[in-house]
């Protein structure tokens, strides 16, 4: 008995690590990708509107088809109303294309490694939002975690070297934005009539929105008063099917990452989308940013200096510090239902939201 006990424990972990490792595959390699097609001495494609668009089509055709062909059962749960699409999932869905977008249009400017450690703030965000919205109780403790973590980020900031106005604006707001909508994201799950629940199902119903809102946004601006008309991936049919595909495998690479995620944390069942603690006791989202930042230096030769390193170092500490107090607070437990960051959970499933 206590061998096969064992046994199943072993298949369990080994289960675990494979969806760790393609959860660390998938959104590093996203990471990495969104850099190279955007940076503006890589690929140079400053397009963050289109991209975002193609990609959120992308999840909603690589859903359809799910919904459709793979995942029946999901059919039998109830359809969202026309009131609570319009009132909960659409402004979901413009605050997650607003976080996308920004975040994704600051890497044309400053360096992945920048990047990645200015977005290490959402959680203060996510906090503020979540005051204000009353998801959380106002306390000193957690306070003075958010001091903690922009006490990190000045200091990250302080400390780069090529640094570039815009840019660091457009990752800033990319980060207030992700703060709302993970908030938004929290009320539409807890709502009554949600039908949501599955990472199928909450792409299925925001990925139209995000696509429609990017693609019109990127008609007027980036065509309109752009000129992306006059990129050399225009020139031609072939070249315009050419990028359409490039920019696609950032979509499938959302995706995949989406669903390792998913299956991570219905395989833990103690989760916060923050740092993503769970059961092994890898705090992996943070570490993963440390991946990033790595990966970065390898490979586009980014320059990290020492304060920077200090301000890394404080800023997940605070997230540290956040996650171990939800922790003692219950807000993390296999029963959790509240608190931002905190996994949603039903019966028989848990929720991850897609990122860029």
Known sequence: ????????????????????????????????????????????????LLLCAIHAMTHFLTSLFLYNFFCMDLRRRPKPTVYHYLTHVVPTGLCTALDIVMSNA?????????????????????????FLFGLEKIRLSLIAIIMIIVFGVVITIAGEIKYDTLGLVLVLGGSIFSGLRWSLTQILLQG???????????????????????????????????NAANHPQFASVGSIVDLVGLLAIGGVLAFLMTISEYFLIASTSVVTLSGRTHKIGTEDGMSKEVVVIVLSMIIFGDHVTMINVVGIIITIG???????????????????????????????????????
């Open 318 to 356: 605070g997230i540290a510090l956040y996650n171990l107090y939800k922790y003692k607070n219950g807000s993390l437990g296999h029963h959790a239902r509240r608190g931002p960051y905190s996994s949603v959970s039903s019966k028989d499933n848990e929720l991850a939201i897609f990122d860029d």
């Open 192 to 226: 009554p009539s949600s039908p949501m629940g599955h990472p199928v199902l909450t792409l299925l119903y925001l990925s139209p929105v995000m696509a429609f809102f990017d693609g019109i946004l990127s008609l007027v601006l980036e065509f309109g008063y752009g």
């Open 106 to 130: 600051s890497l044309h400017y400053i360096s992945l490694s920048f990047y990645t450690m200015i977005k290490s703030s959402v959680p203060v965000w996510v906090l503020m939002f979540a």
């Open 1 to 48: 008995m206590d061998s096969k006990a064992g046994s199943t424990q072993g298949t369990s972990i080994a289960r675990i690590l494979f969806y760790l490792g393609s959860w660390y595959f998938f959104s590093s390699a996203l990471s990495i990708y969104n850099k190279a097609l955007l940076g503006k001495h890589q690929y140079n494609l400053n397009l963050p």
